[in-house]
């Protein structure tokens, strides 16, 4: 595949938020100032009843994006087609605007972990990762976009950061890139590494969306928890990446801890108004 | 070593009770934390407080009749007993009522036993397979003759639950928002729970629309649910007891459970 117009529409303007049950209320009442949600796929792999009805209630609105918590692309489990012929069948159900995933697998033997566990970043990881990316891209006819993962540990075996990682993987694989501007704020505080560095070795035509969220400060290390709002220094760093990147898809997740909607809706209006100066500046 | 070896390293220490010193050897000292090991709880101690909210989740009111505590080693004991294979959590948790009757001391607590089995079925119904009802007037189109071999396909949401008048009482308690009642002894109850709409609904069974109904989700035929009601009940005369399958089919297609009736052969 190279570079087409399904990329270049990823990159179409737009903030968004994650699509969570406990805001369906609110959504369903009235138009909300979202331009579009994004599901976690797996909430949706589901035979029927309440979750696929208010899905397309929801979907017939807005836009949808699909975004996955168990692809497991880093497993050395053989990859789970059981699992991609029921993601390929809700993809055909919502036609999102992107469907994304994460560098990260969730177990091996298997189990399911149920969590993001953190890759090596060696050459044997890479090559694992992209033959495997090629082989999902192929199997679901379309692109999908990774993203990078928050990570508490590092290993002694790696051989490249994960910047160089991602983008690697990115142009061997041909997919695209989902950049959480939160995650690589968490990752560099516990690596010790320097985030705009990172983000400057991101190549900025993979990136098809962008995710921000809160974390918890354990002190000694954060944790990537979605259950607090969005911090000033992340911010900051998001500021950043618009006056680098160009304007891309961004969104909100919250994922414990839920405050009112209209809270959440001002901190998107937050994120509009910081993109907006961003592209300000950069013009 | 092999990412293979590494990951089956990693995952091995995740799920045991401290990690491999051998796994820890592998990972790079942290920037700030004190060792290694405490940036590893992360996941290591992560993994719990996920599998403890997953089952939390699925099963609130188990949590509330037993406590914190009890309920979080409750579900350390199932996720290390029974680590979840599935991609999507929602199925993690559907096996926790057939691990809580196989093991002590969860096995000797019908309340505890009666209420996983109560959320675990309404769970079930709420996203099972859609399907579109069936009206009774279809029954008008049905040739006398017929009824005996008439067979019945159930919504897919219908489930049979096996509880207790204690698990009912706490469950509808938690639902009115009341304090769950002092856990006490109480019969055992037969449970349908269903979908219709989007709503899940249960009612309890009496022994005989239990019977009749296990009968006609098997896939016996209406002339097979009469005679196993009139073995079931002697001294019946066979009016009533055809009367009695009859009242019980015309509840089950007004709550909505049948979506298909065929006069199929044996």
Redesign the interface.
Request: proline fraction near 6%; avoid cysteine.
């Given at each position: 595949m190279a570079a087409s117009d399904n990329q270049q529409k990823s990159r179409a303007q737009g903030f968004g938020l994650g699509l969570r049950t406990v805001y369906y209320p609110e959504i369903l009442e009235a138009p909300q100032p979202v331009d579009w949600f994004e599901i976690i796929s797996?909430?949706f792999?589901?035979?029927?009843?309440?979750?696929?009805?208010m899905l397309d209630r929801i979907r017939a609105d807005y836009p949808m994006r699909m975004h996955g918590v168990?692809l497991s692309l880093a497993?050395?489990d053989p990859l789970?087609f059981d699992?991609l012929r029921?993601l390929k069948r809700l993809i055909a159900r919502v036609e999102p605007e992107l469907v994304s995933d994460h560098l990260a697998?969730t177990?091996?033997?298997?189990?399911?972990?149920?969590?993001l566990?953190p890759?090596?970043l060696?050459q044997?990881?890479l090559d694992?990762c992209v033959e495997r990316a090629r082989r999902v891209q192929d199997f679901l006819g379309r692109r999908i976009a990774l993203e990078n993962p928050s990570t508490?540990?590092?290993?002694?075996?790696?051989e490249m950061s994960e910047a160089d990682f991602l983008a690697e993987l990115a142009r061997r694989a041909d997919c695209l890139l989902l950049l959480d501007v939160n995650n690589v704020f968490v990752s560099a505080?516990?690596?010790?590494f320097d985030a705009k560095d990172y983000l400057d070795r991101i190549p900025k035509e993979r990136v098809a969306q962008i995710h921000i969220a809160g974390h918890s400060d354990m002190?000694?290390?954060k944790?990537d928890t979605h259950d607090h709002p969005v911090c000033g220094d992340v911010w900051e760093l998001f500021s950043y990446v618009r006056q680098s990147f160009g304007p891309i898809p961004a969104m909100i997740e919250r994922d414990d801890r839920f405050p009112p909607f209209s809270e959440l809706l001002d901190e998107l209006r937050h994120m509009r108004e910081l993109a907006e100066a961003g592209e300000r500046a950069a013009a | 070593?092999?990412?293979?070896d590494?990951?089956?390293l990693?995952?091995d220490s995740?799920?045991a009770e401290t990690p491999s010193p051998l796994l820890l050897?592998?990972?790079?000292p942290?920037?700030?934390?004190?060792s290694?090991a405490?940036?590893?709880a992360?996941?290591h101690d992560?993994?719990r407080l996920?599998?403890a909210e997953?089952l939390a989740n699925d099963y609130p009111v188990l949590r509330e009749a037993i406590g914190d505590l009890a309920f979080d080693a409750m579900a350390e004991a199932f996720s290390r007993a029974r680590?979840?294979?599935?991609?999507?959590?929602?199925w993690?948790g559907a096996g926790l009522p057939d691990f809580l009757r196989a093991t002590p001391p969860y096995s000797g607590d019908p309340l505890v036993c009666g209420l996983a089995a109560l959320e675990a079925g309404l769970a079930h119904?709420?996203?099972?397979?859609?399907a579109d009802a069936l009206p009774i007037e279809v029954l008008g189109a049905i040739d006398a003759a017929d009824w005996p071999r008439l067979r019945f396909g159930f919504h897919?949401?219908v489930t049979l639950i096996e509880a207790n008048a204690p698990a009912l009482a706490a469950y509808e308690a938690a639902q009115a928002g009341e304090p769950l009642p002092e856990p006490g002894l109480g019969p055992a109850l037969s449970l349908v729970a269903w979908?219709r709409d989007?709503d899940v609904h249960y009612r309890a069974l009496d022994a005989s629309e239990e019977m009749a109904l296990l009968e006609a989700l098997a896939g016996g035929p209406f002339g097979d649910i009469c005679s196993l009601l009139a073995f079931a009940s002697p001294d019946q005369p066979a009016e009533e007891t055809a009367m009695a399958a009859g009242q019980h089919l015309a509840r089950w297609f007004a709550d909505g459970m049948i979506v298909s009736a065929e006069a199929k052969p044996e």
């Open positions: 797996e909430n792999m589901v035979p029927g009843g309440r979750p696929l009805a168990s497993s050395t789970d699992y029921a697998w177990g091996v033997r298997g189990l399911n972990l149920h969590d566990l890759a090596p060696t044997e990881a694992h508490y540990v590092s290993f002694g075996a790696d505080f516990n690596h010790g002190g000694t290390h944790i | 070593m092999k990412l293979a590494l990951q089956r990693f995952q995740v799920l050897a592998h990972l790079r942290p920037t700030r934390a004190a290694v405490e940036t590893f992360v996941y992560g993994f996920r599998m997953f680590p979840s294979t599935f991609r999507n959590a929602r993690f119904g709420f996203d099972a397979e859609d897919p949401s979908r989007l």
